[in-house]
């Protein structure tokens, strides 16, 4: 398929949401998040001082949702791409192209905290394609909205991702 069957194909799954259970966070998770992201605001470790700032216990960082894309132990090395994703790509028909991150815009709306089931759901909002110094690619914005099981919203993401073919050898 080419770029301009891609986009089109693409094109035909804006605004269709894709919804699917995260699963509970743990405190362990977000404090191995917060630790592996330079975070050492006791909020995030110590449900006391969480509670002295006014927060029901020890909360996740602000990008905590954003970055971890699943709770599972992911994809071997084998099953990644060339770009190194597994399947971030919410069932969007873009195997073979090379994938890139183009700017996020996070709105938080409420902490995330121990024992929290999230639900994420990811939409496309708009696909395309343009052409470059270096030949065509699409440029894709998704939506995610992260929320807790009883539909309270936790985190809305809007990115951009970059699709374009693999550079010929």
Known sequence: MNLDEVCEQVRKQVGTVVRDSLGRVSATEFQRFAIAAGETDPVYFDDEAARAA?????????????????WGAGPPDGELGADGTGDETAGLPLAGLRLMGAGQDLDFHNPVHDGVRVVRETSVEDVTLKDGRSGPFLVITRLRRFLDESGTPLLTCRDNLIARPEASA
């Open 54 to 70: 006014g927060l029901p216990g020890a909360i996740a960082p602000p990008l905590f949702l954003s970055s971890v894309l699943g």
